[in-house]
C-alpha cells in the first residue's frame, strides 16, 4: 500500500501554490513536509485528500488513480488544524462519525469508539461535549476521529499548532507512539522542525511551493541542500556555502576568527553569543559552553573545528 | 470539490434543492401577482397615477414615513438589543421573548391597542405603532447575532487604547454590520408596505401606498389605478433589495459561529447596572404599556370587571358579522398556523442552502426573488390570489388552502431570513472534515450543517407560525365568511359601533396575544436549551 503524488501542481488563479510536487508514501510510513507558513505544504494536504482540484500531476494509490475520487470515498482520514471538531456532537458522536458514515453497525460502532478513545488516552470521555474540553484533549478527540474508521492513510495539518510548548512537547511522543500503534500510513504537515525530526521516517522540505530538500532526517540534518533549508532547520551560520555549528568554536589564542561579541543569551547550559567578525565579515553565532563566557563588548579570537563545518551539498536533494 | 464530475453532481443538487422554493414561487407568487398586473397595465393608468398630485403625495409619504420610522425604530431598540446581547440580568429572558411579541402581533390589535392608548389618527400614532411594531426585528436579529461576537474582540480594543465608545465604533459596529443593514432593509420594507396600522390610525388623512391599493380595489374598484399602484410599489421594492443586497454583499465578512457560549455577564459597575435597568424598564414599558391597555379592556364588560366578552366569544348572534362563533376563529387559526408553518420550512429551508452555498449572480437574484413576497403588498398577494388561481388545475377559489399557502408565501422569506446567515456560519472546514470521513456532499449537509442549523430552523418555525396567527392583509382577501382567522374575526369586530364588538375585539386579541406568546416562550426555551446531544 503506497501513495505516490508524481508532478502535482495546484493553482489558484496566478498563484502557483503547489508547484511540480512528487511524494511517496510507503506502508506504515510516516513523512513529514516540513516548511514555512505559505509555501504550500497545507495545498499538497488537502488534494492529496481531495479537498483541491490539482491543475496538473497525478495522484495515484496502489498505482489506481485518485483523480476522479471524491474525497468521501477516498478512505483518507485527516486532523485540522484547528481541529474541526463538530460542535453540536459530543466526543463519541465526532469520533462515531466516520463509522456512521461507512455503514458500521451500532454495536461496531460503540466498541470501535471505546478502542479508539482508549488508544488516544480518553476512555469514558464518550459523552463530553467538546467545547468542554482542553486544547490537548480536543486534538485527541480529532486523531481519534480521522483514525476510527481506519483510514489507508492519514493527514495531519498541523495538528499541534495551536498548542502550547509543553503540551507540544509531549503530545509529538505520544503522537508517533500513537501512529506506530495504529499501523497507519501519514503525511504530516508542519512548520517546527522539531516536530517533524521527532515524527518523521521521512522528511520533506518544501519551500514556495517546490520541494526544496528530501531525505532521511538525519541526512537532511547533517547535510542541508542549500541555504534556505539549512536556515529553516536552526542553522544561523552560513558562510559561502558552508554551514558552521554553533559548537564548532572554542577560545584559542591563535584562533582565526576574530571579533566583538554583540549580542548574549543564555540557553540554560550554555550562552550563545553572536559575533561580528572582523573586517565586516559575517555576524556567527557561538555557543559558549565556557566560564567565564564572554561579555558584550568583549573581543574574542576563537578556533574552528573541521568537523562542525558541513558544505551545503545537494547529495540529498531531488 | 475533488473532480469537475463531482462538481457537476453538486450543482445538479443544488439546483434540484431549489427547485421546490422556485416553483413555489412561480405558482403561489409570480401567477397572480403577474395577473394582477397583466389584468391592469392599460397604456394610460401609469401616466394617470404619475400625473396625479395626490397619488404622488401618497408615494412620497410612503417613502419618507418609512425613512423616520427605520430611524426611530433603531433609537429605541438598539439599546434593548445591546443589553439583550451582552448583559444578564433578571428577567432578561423574559424581555428578550417579549420583544418579539408586538411584532407578531396583527396590525388591528396595535392599531386597535394605540386608539385605547388615545393617540389620535395621525403621523405622531402611525410612527409610534411602526416604532412599537418593529422594534423587535431589530432586537432579534442584532441582538442574536451581537450575542455571538466575541467580546473579547472589544476587550483587546480597550487594552490598546479605545475608549469604550471608540471600541464599539471601531470594532463591534463594523461587525455588526451584516446584521444592522439586514434588519435596516427589513423595517424599512415592512414599513414602506405598512397596511393595517396606516389603514386604521393614518385614516382619513393619510395613506401608504399599500392602503392606496385596497382602497381602490375594494372601495373604489379600479382596478387599473391599483395595478399600476401595484407596479409602483413592486419597483420600489426591487430597488430597495438591490439595495440592500449591494450593502449586504460588501459587508460579507463571515462570521463564525460560536455554538453554544453565552457571552452575557452581570452588569459590574453601579452605572452598568442603572444603564441596564433604564433601557430594560423603558422597553419593557413602551412595549408592555398599550398591551396591557388592551387587556385590561378586555376584561371591563361595560365598565366592570368580568369575563363577559370572552363568553360572548362562544355564541353565534344573530346579526353577526361572522357567520360562526367566534371561538371558531381560534381554532381556524391555529390549524393554519400549522399548515403555513410546515410549507413555509418544506419551501425556505431548500431555498436557504442554495442561497447559503453559492455566491453567483444567479443565487443573488434567486434570493431577492424570495425576499420579493415581504416588500410586495400582501393586498396585492391576497387579491392576487382570488383573480389568479380560480382556473384549472389550481382552482382553489372558495378553498381554505388558500389561506395557509398564502400565510406560507409571506413567511417564507423569513425562514429564508433567519437560516441564510446560521447556514453560512457553519465552518467549510466542517464539511471537509465530514468528507474525509466518508460523508457524501448531501450527507454532510444533512450532518453538519443541518443540525447546527436546526435552531435557527426552530426560530424560523416559531416566526412562521407567528406570521401565520397575525397575518392580516392577504388573509382579509381570502378568507370565507365561513372560515375566519383570528385577525380577520378582530378587525371585522372593530369595524362595527357598540360596546360589545370592541370588548369581543380586545378579548380575542388578548387571546390572540396568548398563543402568541405561548408560542415565542417555546421557541425561546428551544433555543436556551442549547443544541444538546444529537
Not at chain 1, 542549500?226 to 536552526?234: N, Q
Not at chain 2, 453554544?260 to 408592555?288: K, S
Not at chain 2, 369595524?495 to 380575542?508: E, I, V, W
Amino acid at each position: 500500500m503506497a501513495l505516490h503524488v508524481d508532478g502535482l501542481v495546484v493553482r489558484y488563479g496566478d498563484v502557483t501554490a503547489v508547484d511540480a510536487v512528487d511524494l511517496a508514501v510507503a506502508d506504515r510510513e510516516v513523512v513529514c513536509v516540513l516548511g514555512p507558513s505559505g509555501c504550500g505544504k497545507t495545498t499538497l494536504l488537502r488534494a492529496i485528500a481531495g479537498l483541491e482540484p490539482p491543475s496538473a500531476g497525478r495522484i495515484t494509490w496502489d498505482g489506481a488513480d485518485l483523480g476522479g475520487v471524491a474525497p468521501h470515498r477516498r478512505g483518507v482520514g485527516m486532523v485540522f488544524q484547528d481541529f474541526a471538531l463538530f460542535p453540536h456532537r459530543n466526543v463519541a458522536g465526532n469520533v462515531a462519525f466516520g463509522l456512521r458514515m461507512a455503514g458500521v453497525d451500532r454495536a461496531a460502532q460503540h466498541r470501535r469508539v471505546d478502542e479508539v478513545l482508549a488508544l488516544v488516552g480518553l476512555d469514558g470521555y464518550g459523552s463530553r461535549a467538546v467545547a468542554t474540553l482542553s486544547g490537548g484533549e480536543q486534538q485527541r478527540v480529532a486523531l481519534a476521529r480521522a483514525l476510527a474508521p481506519r483510514p489507508r492513510l492519514l493527514l495531519l495539518d498541523e495538528p499541534l499548532g495551536s498548542l502550547d510548548r509543553a503540551l507540544r512537547q509531549r503530545l509529538v511522543v505520544e503522537l508517533r507512539e500513537l501512529l506506530t500503534a495504529a499501523g497507519v500510513s501519514a503525511v504530516y504537515v508542519t512548520h517546527d522542525q522539531e516536530e517533524a525530526f521527532a515524527l518523521a521516517d521521512s522528511l520533506v522540505v518544501m519551500r514556495a511551493g517546490r520541494v526544496a530538500q528530501r531525505g532521511a532526517p538525519e541526512a537532511v540534518w547533517s547535510r542541508p541542500a542549500d541555504e534556505f533549508v539549512a536556515r529553516f532547520l536552526g542553522f544561523e551560520n552560513v558562510v559561502d556555502g558552508r554551514v558552521v555549528r554553533p559548537d564548532a568554536f572554542r577560545p584559542a589564542a591563535g584562533g582565526d576568527v576574530r571579533g566583538v561579541v554583540v549580542s548574549r543569551t543564555y540557553r540554560g547550559d550554555h550562552f550563545v553569543v553572536r559575533v561580528a567578525t572582523d573586517g565586516d565579515g559575517p555576524v556567527l553565532a557561538v555557543a559558549a559552553r565556557w566560564t567565564p563566557p564572554p561579555a558584550v563588548g568583549e573581543r574574542v579570537t576563537l578556533a574552528l573545528d573541521p568537523a562542525g563545518v558541513i558544505p551545503l551539498g545537494s547529495a540529498g536533494r531531488a | 470539490m475533488g473532480s469537475t464530475g463531482d462538481r457537476r453532481r453538486r450543482a445538479a443538487l443544488v439546483a434540484a434543492a431549489g427547485l421546490v422554493p422556485a416553483a413555489f414561487l412561480a405558482v403561489f407568487f409570480v401567477l397572480p401577482v403577474g395577473t394582477i398586473v397583466g389584468m391592469g397595465f392599460h397604456p394610460g393608468a401609469l401616466v394617470d397615477v404619475a400625473g396625479s398630485a395626490r397619488l404622488r403625495g401618497i408615494a412620497w409619504f410612503t417613502l419618507w414615513q418609512a425613512v423616520v420610522s427605520t430611524v426611530l425604530t433603531f433609537v429605541v431598540a438598539l439599546p434593548a438589543a445591546a443589553i439583550v446581547a451582552r448583559y444578564e440580568f433578571p428577567g432578561r429572558r423574559l424581555l428578550r421573548a417579549a420583544v418579539t411579541i408586538p411584532f407578531v402581533l396583527p396590525s388591528v390589535v396595535v392599531a386597535s391597542a394605540f386608539e385605547a392608548l388615545g393617540l389620535s389618527h395621525g403621523l405622531v400614532a402611525i410612527l409610534a405603532a411602526h416604532v412599537f411594531f418593529e422594534s423587535a426585528i431589530v432586537v432579534r436579529i442584532v441582538g442574536g447575532f451581537w450575542s455571538n461576537l466575541d467580546p473579547r474582540q472589544e476587550e483587546a480594543a480597550r487594552l490598546l487604547g479605545a475608549g469604550r465608545l471608540r471600541a464599539f465604533l471601531e470594532v463591534t459596529l463594523p461587525r455588526l454590520a451584516p446584521a444592522l443593514l439586514s434588519a435596516a432593509a427589513l423595517v424599512f420594507l415592512f414599513t414602506f408596505s405598512s397596511f393595517g396600522i396606516v389603514l386604521i390610525l393614518g385614516a382619513p388623512h393619510y395613506a401608504t401606498l399599500e392602503v392606496e391599493i385596497y382602497r381602490q380595489t375594494a372601495q373604489l374598484l379600479d382596478l387599473r389605478v391599483a395595478a399600476a399602484l401595484t407596479i409602483v410599489q413592486m419597483a420600489a421594492v426591487l430597488a430597495l433589495l438591490l439595495v440592500q443586497r449591494a450593502l449586504s454583499d460588501r459587508v460579507s465578512g463571515e462570521q463564525r459561529l460560536r455554538a453554544g457560549t453565552d457571552v452575557a455577564r452581570r452588569p459590574r459597575t453601579v452605572r452598568e447596572r442603572a444603564g441596564v435597568a433604564t433601557v430594560a424598564g423603558a422597553t419593557a414599558l413602551v412595549l408592555g404599556g398599550p398591551l396591557a391597555v388592551l387587556v385590561v379592556r378586555s376584561f371591563s364588560p361595560g365598565g366592570g370587571v368580568g369575563l363577559g366578552y370572552y363568553r360572548a366569544l362562544s355564541t353565534s348572534r344573530r346579526g353577526s358579522i361572522l357567520f360562526v362563533p367566534p371561538w371558531e376563529a381560534v381554532a381556524n387559526s391555529l390549524g393554519f398556523a400549522v399548515v403555513a408553518t410546515v410549507v413555509a420550512l418544506a419551501v425556505g429551508v431548500p431555498a436557504a442552502a442554495v442561497i447559503a452555498r453559492r455566491r453567483g449572480g444567479a443565487t443573488r437574484l434567486f434570493d431577492s426573488l424570495l425576499m420579493l413576497p415581504l416588500g410586495t403588498s400582501a393586498v396585492t398577494i391576497g387579491f392576487g390570489f382570488l383573480v389568479a388561481l380560480d382556473e384549472r388545475p389550481l382552482d382553489l377559489r372558495g378553498s381554505p388552502w388558500l389561506i395557509p399557502l398564502a400565510h406560507a408565501l409571506v413567511a417564507a422569506p423569513f425562514v429564508v431570513r433567519v437560516l441564510v446567515p446560521v447556514l453560512r456560519s457553519v465552518d467549510e472546514r466542517l464539511r471537509e472534515a465530514a468528507a474525509t470521513l466518508g460523508a457524501s456532499p448531501w450527507r454532510a449537509w444533512r450532518e453538519i450543517d443541518l443540525p447546527i442549523a436546526a435552531r435557527g430552523a426552530l426560530v424560523a418555525a416559531g416566526f412562521a407560525f407567528a406570521v401565520s396567527l397575525g397575518e392580516f392583509g392577504a388573509t382579509v382577501f381570502v378568507a370565507r365568511p365561513d372560515y375566519p382567522t383570528l385577525p380577520v374575526a378582530i378587525f371585522r369586530f372593530l369595524g362595527q359601533p357598540g360596546d360589545l364588538n370592541a370588548g369581543q375585539a380586545a378579548a380575542l386579541s388578548t387571546i390572540l396575544m396568548a398563543v402568541t406568546v405561548g408560542a415565542v416562550l417555546a421557541i425561546d426555551r428551544f433555543r436556551a436549551g442549547e443544541l444538546g446531544e444529537f
